[in-house]
């Protein structure tokens, strides 16, 4: 930012010369005056775009467009003792930083486990023979195929081998990396709102009991409606059933990825809030849930449950009634490296 104040700084100078210099010889400061006002929105025009970018990429929208992809752009370390995969839980979910091991969050949201197995075959090559890689799996992680819609791939333009992206077009490539790079000149008009709207001095206001509640009713109606459930206890829909199917050898032959180039995959849960828990029931868990990693888990790889964790049941661990905040996502991460027994407790 202080580089572009001082680009702000040197193009106005330099553009006051040149005004004065029409001055000087056409004795008009009306012909001054405008010199001065073309010249200095034209030098302004790149410096203007560059904060315009910089600002845009501090909102939430390009976070959820491209933002997650940053992870991915930049230098990776090689020899990684650990990465996890997942949806946005699990982008929630961990931090290595402070743990005394080299490991990578590469979780997107949202994410299928589809694209957990494309990402973890793109970036394998970047795990040290036997690291361990954590798979964290959402109530509904059995469910999703991949997304119908095209938009959820562009994310994955900017650092996926074509191979791994469905539906890849050069096309689409070229629209992708233009928003990644350059998302003011991409959406215009929706950087504007979004700069608005997100862009704020205003604090993150904490959420209370009610509030909680509330979001937690917001998640499950979301999600019936999505999965066309209408009771968590009703018995599975042949939809349901096929995508539960899909899941479980998709998730299979995830684990048998990682033992074959001697990784050490570990199936996780994450916990969630006290108010979104109550709503999932014990019907809904066997069914969505239990049977689909039992199913999946021939090879009888850790398995680490945190859904009725009662370490986890305070409130102030978490953003939202499902996903954790960083003091959370700190204590989660410590307590997943100690039942590894990859830390000390």
Not at 48 to 64: F, G, H, P, R, S
Not at 142 to 151: P, R
């Amino acid at each position: 930012m202080r580089t572009m104040i001082k680009a702000f700084a040197i193009q106005g100078f330099l553009s006051l010369i040149i005004a004065t210099i029409v001055f000087l010889i056409s004795g008009s400061f009306l012909y001054a005056a405008i010199f001065f006002t073309i010249i200095l929105s034209i030098r302004m025009v790149k410096p203007t775009l560059t904060i315009l970018n910089i600002l845009i990429k501090c909102t939430k929208w390009y976070e959820m467009q491209a933002g997650d992809g940053v992870k991915f752009r930049k230098q990776i370390d090689t020899d990684l003792d650990i990465c996890n995969l997942g949806s946005n839980s699990g982008k929630f979910a961990f931090s290595y930083a402070g743990t005394g091991l080299k490991g990578e969050n590469w979780a997107l949201g949202p994410q299928t486990l589809s694209y957990d197995y494309r990402v973890l075959k793109n970036y394998s090559g970047y795990l040290k023979e036997g690291a361990t890689v954590l798979i964290p799996l959402c109530p509904f992680s059995g469910c999703i195929k991949d997304f119908k819609e095209d938009m959820y791939n562009y994310k994955y333009y900017s650092f996926l081998h074509p191979i791994f992206i469905l539906n890849y077009s050069e096309d689409t490539k070229k629209k992708a990396l233009r928003f990644v790079d350059t998302p003011f000149q991409a959406k215009p008009i929706k950087s504007i709102i979004r700069i608005l709207k997100d862009v704020s001095i205003v604090p993150e206001i904490k959420m209370n009991e009610e509030s909680l509640e509330n979001n937690a009713n917001t998640f499950i109606n979301s999600w019936k409606e999505q999965f066309s459930i209408t009771d968590l206890d009703e018995p599975v829909s042949e939809q349901n059933k096929e995508s539960l199917f899909y899941n479980t050898n998709l998730l299979s032959d995830m684990i048998s990825f990682c033992l074959e180039r001697n990784l050490k995959p570990v199936i996780v849960i994450p916990p969630i809030t006290k108010h979104l828990n109550s709503e999932i029931t014990t019907i809904f868990r066997e069914n969505y849930i239990y049977s689909f990693i039992n199913a999946a888990n021939n090879n009888k790889v850790p398995f680490l449950n945190y859904l009725d964790d009662t370490s986890f049941l305070d409130d102030d661990l978490y953003i939202n009634s499902y996903f954790l905040n960083k003091k959370g996502q700190k204590l989660f991460t410590l307590k997943v490296l100690a039942d590894l027994k990859l830390i000390e407790k």
